[in-house]
């Protein structure tokens, strides 16, 4: 097999294309905050009038109505109202505004030892539902995908452990750099602390090994292009052709390396989430019967 041959062309990168909501997120948040100033004010509405009252109760109900997502996977009438993609849709709407309409009826103060745990419970299990939402962002793909993406990609690179010669059998150097990255994703760390680490610092390790690697290959194609008389557009195109390759293969192993962590990590959020769940539901009952009472 020619050099020529070897630098075939890379495989296509999917990229996932910017959603149009992201768009509004910035002018949303701006509204947000002022908002939040003017409630702070204390001029408009207290947390006991009418237009206060009103907005802590529907904040209410929107944090009850969430253990109906839970409740869904165990009762079949529930699982007839509409695909789980709906209901974890409305589960993340009512899970972001719901304590937003309740820390606006709060006016930003805390009125009474009951209110400040309530408040506390709230804001701790809102703040551990952005958490969540956003491991499971990077594990909703599934790992079969991840991992059959990354075997392709071994298997095209002819760097599996069965292959006798590969895209780059003339960098011996590289393919090794190859195969110990990809070790990664083949034997991920079982040490949950470990694999945490591991998560901070792929992509370091990751534009290392692709430094590493391109470093090799311009020594390696610089000495061949000057031994035949390459022009320098030919080995430009070379190493990009390369470059390509090993972009494609690092990314894949970190995708397939990172949901191994983000997965056990999810696991654990699963774990510490629903004592906060409960811990919310008796403070916010205590919360509204001091209210009612006093």
Excluded at 67 to 81: E, G, I, N, S
Excluded at 124 to 143: D, K, M, Q, W
Excluded at 226 to 234: D, F, M
Aim: net charge positive; glycine share 8%.
């Amino acid at each position: 097999m020619s050099q020529s041959d070897t630098l075939s062309a890379p495989v296509a990168v999917v990229r996932e294309t910017a959603r149009p909501g992201r768009i509004l997120l910035l002018p949303l948040l701006i509204s947000i905050c002022i908002l939040s100033w003017l409630a702070a004010q204390g001029k408009y509405y207290t947390a006991g009038s009418d237009f206060g009252y009103y907005m802590g109760l529907v904040g209410a109900l929107m944090m009850v109505a969430l253990l109906l997502y839970p409740l869904r996977k165990h009762f079949r009438f529930l699982q007839a109202l509409g695909a789980i993609r709906h209901w974890f849709r409305l589960h993340m709407i009512f899970g972001i505004t719901g304590p937003l309409l309740i820390v606006f009826h709060s006016t930003f103060r805390i009125g009474s030892l009951n209110a400040g745990i309530a408040m506390a419970c709230m804001l701790l299990v809102a703040g551990s539902g952005v958490i969540g939402r956003f491991i499971y962002t990077r594990i909703h793909h599934g790992l079969y995908g991840r991992k059959a993406t990354f075997q392709e990609l071994q298997t095209q690179l002819g760097i599996t452990a069965g292959e006798v010669q590969s895209k780059f059998h003339f960098a011996p150097q590289i393919e090794e750099r190859l195969k110990v990255f990809g070790n990664l994703a083949q034997h991920p760390s079982q040490s949950l602390w470990h694999g945490t680490w591991q998560l901070f610092t792929l992509g370091l390790r990751a534009r290392y090994t692709h430094a590493q690697c391109m470093r090799d290959l311009r020594r390696i194609l610089g000495q061949y292009a000057v031994q035949h008389g390459w022009e320098r557009s030919k080995l430009r195109r070379r190493l990009a052709l390369a470059s390509g390759m090993i972009t494609t293969y690092r990314d894949s192993v970190r995708n397939a390396t990172q949901f191994g962590i983000y997965e056990r990590l999810f696991s654990l959020w699963h774990i510490l989430h629903v004592p906060f769940v409960f811990m919310l539901v008796i403070s916010g009952i205590a919360h509204v019967i001091a209210v009612h009472m006093y």
